[in-house]
């Protein structure tokens, strides 16, 4: 089992920058697939990047694509969202989470583990 906290997340202007981070206890953080999804109030929660079990290959939902970049650090068990560009419709709530496929979704039933959320809130 693994465990989840991100942190990083606060309130940005348009057009700035803010980076989450998603640090895993335990020590087979390298054995799953990771994913940042969002959600916002009212709304289903949504894909926003995925990142394979070596960090090798990443994915990205349209929206953040050019902007958002995720990334993992399998020696600190910390995945990292950097986002770039930000504007009000990223408001959300941010989650990381854990799956034990080896191949990152965008289907958040993949998922094994989450994290409790942080929030981003972007004014314009």
């Known amino acids: 089992q693994v465990q989840l906290v991100e942190s990083g997340g606060g309130w940005v202007q348009a057009g700035g920058s803010l980076r989450l981070s998603c640090a895993a206890s335990?020590?087979?953080?390298?054995?799953?697939?990771m994913g940042w999804f969002h959600q916002a109030p009212g709304k289903e929660r949504l894909f926003v990047a995925g990142?394979?079990?070596?960090?090798?290959?990443?994915y990205y939902a349209d929206s953040v694509k050019g902007r958002f970049t995720i990334s993992r650090d399998n020696v600190k068990n910390t995945m990292y969202l950097q986002m770039n560009s930000l504007k009000p419709e990223d408001t959300a709530v941010y989650y990381c989470?854990?799956?034990?496929?080896?191949?990152?979704?965008?289907?958040?039933?993949?998922?094994?583990?989450w994290g409790q959320g942080t929030q981003v809130t972007v004014s314009s």
């Open positions: 335990g020590p087979t953080f390298s054995s799953y697939a």
């Open positions: 989470a854990a799956s034990f496929r080896a191949i990152p979704t965008a289907n958040k039933y993949d998922y094994n583990y």
């Open positions: 990142i394979r079990r070596s960090g090798g290959s990443t």
